[in-house]
């Protein structure tokens, strides 16, 4: 079962913050977040394992509620890099290992 | 280190012909996997593989075949090619364990099928 993001889309100025979730009907084991810029291939931000763990990557971090099975992007002091579309991924229990389904993405877009 | 090398990067197939889009990573991975990426949307999963000699099936697996004979190589095979499957294919591959880790993405083959 696919992940849902949301919002589809943010259009932010330079300074400002933002949130992207994730969530899934499904058990989590574990979320992981890339960000994929224009005609390139997705990078890899960060992964987030169950028991809550918040994990941060320089002005990005994230959280991860397993019971709510859902996950948080949170990306402060925006800056023009971080224009792009992100992309949750999730992974079901240990007998699902492997198994990596992403969600339809969100486009961020940060203006100057 | 290469990482994930994928050939071709640019192929048209006419409607019917089969192709093999080839995958080879050299981080000693165990898992490995191909995603499609239909334009303006986000990857799908058609088949991945958690060691040599096993392969799964994704969320949308029709049209597509692989096989895993080694660690390092991980092939996609397009029967029938249909202007459905016109996308661009990303092979990825991580260490393996009780949690997937970080996906190493190829830089993608841009299949147009007319």
């Known amino acids: 079962q696919q992940p849902v993001q949301s919002p589809q889309a943010v259009i932010l100025r330079e300074g400002e913050d933002a949130v992207i979730n994730c969530s899934s009907s499904?058990?989590?084991?574990?979320v992981h977040w890339y960000r994929q810029k224009h005609g390139e291939a997705p990078v890899f931000l960060m992964i987030l394992l169950k028991g809550g763990e918040q994990k941060g990557h320089e002005k990005i971090s994230a959280s991860f509620n397993e019971k709510k099975q859902q996950s948080s992007l949170y990306l402060t002091a925006s800056q023009l890099s971080y224009s792009g579309t992100y992309f949750c991924?999730?992974?079901?229990?240990?007998?699902?290992?492997?198994?990596?389904?992403f969600g339809q993405g969100t486009t961020l877009q940060v203006k100057p | 280190n290469a990482g994930v090398t994928q050939t071709p990067k640019f192929r048209i197939l006419k409607i019917g012909q089969s192709m093999t889009l080839q995958c080879t990573q050299d981080?000693?991975?165990?898992?490995m996997y191909w995603y499609r990426q239909d334009p303006g949307m986000g990857l799908k999963l058609i088949y991945y593989?958690?060691?040599?000699?096993?392969?799964d099936k994704g969320e949308v697996p029709n049209g597509y075949n692989v096989s895993r004979s080694t660690t390092e190589d991980f092939p996609l095979r397009l029967e029938l090619a249909a202007p459905s499957q016109t996308s661009v294919y990303f092979c990825?591959?991580?260490?393996?364990?009780?949690?997937?880790?970080?996906?190493?993405f190829g830089e993608g083959s841009r299949l147009t099928v007319l």
């Open positions: 499904k058990a989590l084991y574990s």
């Open positions: 990825a591959s991580s260490y393996g364990g009780k949690v997937t880790g970080e996906l190493f």
């Open positions: 593989s958690v060691g040599a000699g096993i392969t």
């Open positions: 991924g999730t992974g079901g229990r240990p007998s699902n290992t492997g198994k990596l389904i």
């Open positions: 981080m000693n991975h165990n898992y």
